[in-house]
């Protein structure tokens, strides 16, 4: 489990700053992977019950993740039982090979295990490949709240459907 932390924290960190780096200010993605992206900070998430982590890995090695939590959600989240998709990433070199696919479907077992009827995510308004995916995996947009990035406050898209049966 160690050892699932410690790579889950070093893709998470990359993924991370591959995909938001070159947007945003030094500082506050300093800041923010500090907060967010830790060997400590994942172990504790990985044996969180609230929360689900999915690792995708091609041989022994870790090529995405995504964590499904239960918790609050936005008021603009409707649906019933709702379960947030708080991340997904896939590392570059592994975009275009249905990878993303494959962990989405994982995404909707883990929301159905712990209970959701409704998925949900945040989505920064200024990432429209993440937009794309998810309007293509089903998602609408509902409406938006903030989130919060080292010193900066910045708008999420919050985008939800209903889970299958």
Not at 33 to 47: E, M, S, Y
Not at 89 to 115: C, K, N, S, W
């Amino acid at each position: 489990m160690e050892e699932d932390a410690q790579q889950l924290a070093e893709l998470a960190r990359r993924t991370f700053v591959e995909t938001f780096g070159a947007d945003n200010a030094a500082e506050d993605m300093a800041i923010h992977v500090a907060q967010a992206f830790g060997t400590d900070i994942q172990l504790g998430q990985i044996r969180d019950p609230r929360i689900v982590t999915l690792l995708a890995e091609c041989g022994r090695t870790m090529v995405g993740f995504a964590q499904v939590r239960q918790g609050t959600w936005p008021a603009c989240v409707t649906g019933e039982s709702p379960v947030e998709l708080w991340r997904f990433y896939v590392d570059r070199p592994f975009h275009g090979r249905g990878i993303a696919q494959t962990l989405m479907h994982a995404v909707e077992e883990a929301a159905h295990q712990l209970g959701g009827r409704t998925l949900w995510l945040g989505v920064w308004e200024r990432n429209p490949r993440a937009i794309a995916f998810y309007t293509k995996s089903g998602f609408a947009d509902v409406g938006s709240h903030a989130f919060i990035f080292g010193t900066e406050e910045q708008t999420d898209r919050v985008m939800a459907r209903p889970l299958g049966a």
